[in-house]
């Protein structure tokens, strides 16, 4: 489905908001570097991030920036970035299709607050 729709989305820039919880998730990436140095790496750094600690301060910090982000879509935002974790893929099809259909949005500038 995603090929089939692929050369519209590649006409399309991202929200603000799907930006937004990119840099988030790049600056936590950026944080385990300098507070792990090497034993930090994208699995393991994931895997905390789907802990309930951190995901929580992302998706804080994304609805600090975005007041009437809802809790579904921040909650979307953040977990798109976390789709090779266990707790992603321990979760019903239903939810990570609904999850991946939120941020595919953001993504492709169908909702949120386009970049000007
Ligand atoms: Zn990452």
Redesign the pocket.
């Known amino acids: 489905m995603i090929q089939a729709v692929k050369p519209i989305y590649n006409n399309r820039i991202p929200n603000k908001e799907y930006v937004t919880a990119t840099i988030i ?2 600056i936590i ?1 950026g944080y385990f570097k300098i507070e792990y140095g090497l034993a930090s790496s ?1 699995p393991w ?2 895997g905390e ?1 789907a802990g309930n600690d951190y995901f929580n301060k992302m998706k804080y910090a994304l609805k600090e920036v975005f007041p009437n982000l809802s809790e579904t879509d921040a909650q979307a935002l953040v977990w798109i ?2 789709q090779d974790t266990d707790k992603y893929k321990d979760k019903p099809l239903s939810e990570k299709n609904a999850i991946e259909y939120i941020a595919m949005n953001y993504r492709v500038g169908l909702s949120g607050t386009k970049c000007n």
Request: proline share 0%; no cysteine.
């Open positions: 998730h790049e990436h994208d750094d994931h991030m970035g976390l």
